[in-house]
């Protein structure tokens, strides 16, 4: 490949060089000056070469008038006066931290002891309401089941199904609760019946149309009004359970009526018991 064959090329090449000249004469020129040795940059410091001297050295003026300018600059504020009264504070403190540690103990056991009363007489007042809740549930009982005999201690007598002796229940259980049929049942020809809290009903007595004769339990269901809307017999405890005493102990127990009582359950559950005897 042939160079610089047009005017155009060979005008470029000259003005090139020209200016590349021009270029490093002029770094000789005014380019930057080197020193020898070089210049030194920094502060000087005299290390020493003894462990005496004497006389002064131009290389400690500066420190000196650092130094100057250090005690200039600390004087205004050493100037400014300083109020005595965080030193009467903390000198008072001192005087009176045994009588300040004095004071916050007795204001402690102050409040701990009526902390303390407190808590009793809550704990009095606590116990004073249940003795009086305790006392009218049993008053309320005694009324419903016409007395509790020795309420507070062991009984040879009672009632209930079990074999031990006592009163079964709980003074605090629900007066309203499902009545139990405990094995037995009235006497000779009689009618029995158990629903607690709603006091005594009214009958009607059917007889049976056979010979048979037992102890025929009926458990039944009474509403708020005191009707019974629901009758079973024939439940654990019966004797007989022939049909011929089933029916007129049901008609028995749908005859039940007991007094109104907008308190108890809307179906509160209880029983009949029949003894019927050989009919005539």
């Not at 002064?56 to 420190?63: D, I, M, Q, V």
């Not at 050493?78 to 903390?90: A, F, G, L, V």
């Not at 029995?192 to 039944?220: A, H, M, S």
């Not at 127990?253 to 018991?273: C, E, M, R, Y």
Request: some cysteine; proline content about 7%.
């Amino acid at each position: 490949m042939k160079y610089l064959e047009t005017k155009h090329e060979r005008n470029s090449a000259r003005i090139t060089f020209l200016i590349s000249v021009i270029v490093i004469l002029l770094l000789f020129v005014v380019g930057p000056q080197y020193l020898d040795p070089p210049e030194e940059y920094g502060v000087a410091i005299n290390f020493g070469t003894s462990d005496f001297g004497s006389g002064t050295s131009p290389l400690s003026e500066p420190k000196k008038a650092v130094e100057n300018r250090e005690i200039e600059k600390t004087e205004p504020s050493e100037s400014i006066p300083q109020t005595s009264q965080p030193q009467t504070e903390e000198i008072l403190t001192e005087d009176n931290a045994e009588e300040i540690a004095i004071k916050r103990q007795k204001e402690a056991e102050a409040k701990a002891k009526a902390e303390m009363e407190r808590l009793e007489r809550e704990r009095k007042e606590a116990e004073e309401k249940k003795r009086q809740e305790e006392e009218a549930k049993r008053r309320n009982l005694d009324n419903l089941i016409g007395g509790v005999k020795n309420a507070k201690g062991e009984t040879k007598d009672g009632e209930g199904p079990d074999s031990s002796g006592g009163n079964k229940g709980q003074l605090d259980g629900n007066p309203y609760a499902p009545s139990y049929f405990g094995g037995s049942g009235p006497g000779k020809g009689g009618v029995g019946y158990g629903l607690g809290g709603r006091g005594r009903p009214t009958r009607q007595i059917f007889k049976q149309d056979c010979n048979e004769y037992g102890l025929v339990v009926v458990q039944i269901k009474v509403n708020r009004q005191g009707n019974v809307i629901s009758a079973e017999p024939g439940i654990k405890g019966s004797t007989n359970t022939h049909p011929c005493l089933l029916e007129p102990a049901k008609k028995i127990a749908l005859s039940h009526k007991w007094p109104p009582d907008p308190n108890a359950p809307a179906t509160q559950i209880g029983f009949v018991s029949i003894n019927f005897e050989v009919s005539q």
